[in-house]
């Protein structure tokens, strides 16, 4: 695998990841919490890894290139 989440959108995935996580926990809506997990986890999982499946589908790949 291959990085392809640069820096930038690997601090917002973990930001977005914490708080659904947290509203799972807090979450007042039985409907929600779940979804609520699923999103916290997938996102964190792709922020800690630096790869998104998704953005290597389309095409899309936010990190930095190396200069040789």
Partial sequence: MKANVGGLDRAARLVIAAGAVYLFF???RPNWEYGALAAGVILGLTAITGFCP????IG???CRKKSA
């Fill in 54 to 57: 998704l953005y290597r589908l």
């Fill in 60 to 62: 899309v790949n936010t």
């Fill in 26 to 28: 807090t979450g007042e």
